[in-house]
């Protein structure tokens, strides 16, 4: 007990960083608050703020919105570093230096990969894809205008298939050589040994994957605001942003930020629980 006493002033700090903000945005979220009209504050109105969001058209859009940019942007993400992952995992000259670029778009900053992506690769008139598909006959395409969803994905998709190569590529390297060498000898054709050998060994590597970049990618707000503002588009964290910052609706944006949490926290339940069958599967196969 006296051991831990000198912790306590920090825990305190840290439970008041944390958790203050939290149990205001919480508090915000029942009360009518309008920067622009409420002259006396913050008016207390309960469960309003929820359930008038609920029967709101453009906040369900934005529901929609962020599922299918979410699932489409881990789907690729995910196919894209499985297949990156199975490429840097075989022995090559310069394996080092492919693995270090390969990771590259993970570590720019999102802001600039959505400027760089708006400007650079999908610009009508000076973009790279449009002068690629340009080469064989294909008219230019106003990507960002025709397709802002589509766009938004494979930005996304761009920066984050680093980070499940390099979570799936973790799994590759754990998976025992002995036993796909014993595949070999038996005469297990190759697409027969990523099926019932590798995959089967990178299941719960692929669950962890999904979910951890679920968890961060349903929070993307750069590439949306900065490459492809619309209704289209619009997911949770950029209506949220609309609200709180563009309407002065405080007490609703606080309502959606709630919102948002418990779906993130339910996410991240799953993860920690993937992540914690991971660690006891892989200290079984130690001992």
């Not at 299918?68 to 690729?76: D, E, N, P, R, Y």
């Not at 707000?221 to 609309?242: H, I």
């Amino acid at each position: 007990m006296k051991v831990a006493l000198p912790l306590y002033p920090t825990m305190i700090v840290v439970l008041l960083v944390s958790q203050l903000p939290f149990l205001l945005t919480l508090w915000y979220s029942l009360n009518d608050w309008n920067l622009a009209t409420s002259q006396d504050g913050p008016e207390f109105i309960g469960l309003a703020n929820y359930a008038e969001i609920f029967t709101e058209p453009e906040f369900l859009q934005a529901a929609g919105n962020t599922a299918i940019m979410t699932v489409g942007a881990v789907l690729i993400s995910f196919i894209v570093g499985l297949l990156l992952a199975l490429l840097v995992n075989r022995e090559f000259r310069g394996r080092g230096v492919v693995r270090t670029l390969l990771i590259i778009p993970f570590l720019v900053l999102p802001a600039a990969t959505a400027l760089l992506w708006k400007n650079t690769m999908l610009g009508t008139t000076y973009g790279i894809v449009n002068w690629v598909i340009g080469l064989v006959g294909i008219p230019p395409v106003d990507w960002l205008g025709q397709h802002p969803m589509l766009s938004v994905i494979i930005i996304l998709s761009w920066q984050w298939s680093p980070f499940f190569m390099l979570i799936l590529l973790a799994g590759l390297q754990s998976e025992d050589p002995s036993i796909i060498e014993a595949a070999k000898v038996d005469g297990a054709r190759s697409f027969d040994r990523f099926r019932y050998l590798t995959w089967r060994h990178l299941r719960p590597y692929s669950e962890l994957s999904v979910v951890l970049g679920s968890i961060y990618i349903i929070q993307t707000f750069d590439a949306v605001y900065l490459a492809a503002q619309g209704s289209a588009t619009t997911n949770l964290p950029y209506y949220l942003y609309q609200r709180a910052f563009r309407g002065l609706e405080i007490g609703q944006a606080s309502a959606m930020a709630v919102i948002v949490l418990i779906a993130t926290l339910i996410i991240a339940s799953i993860g920690l629980r993937v992540a914690s069958n991971l660690l006891k599967s892989t200290e079984g196969r130690a001992s």
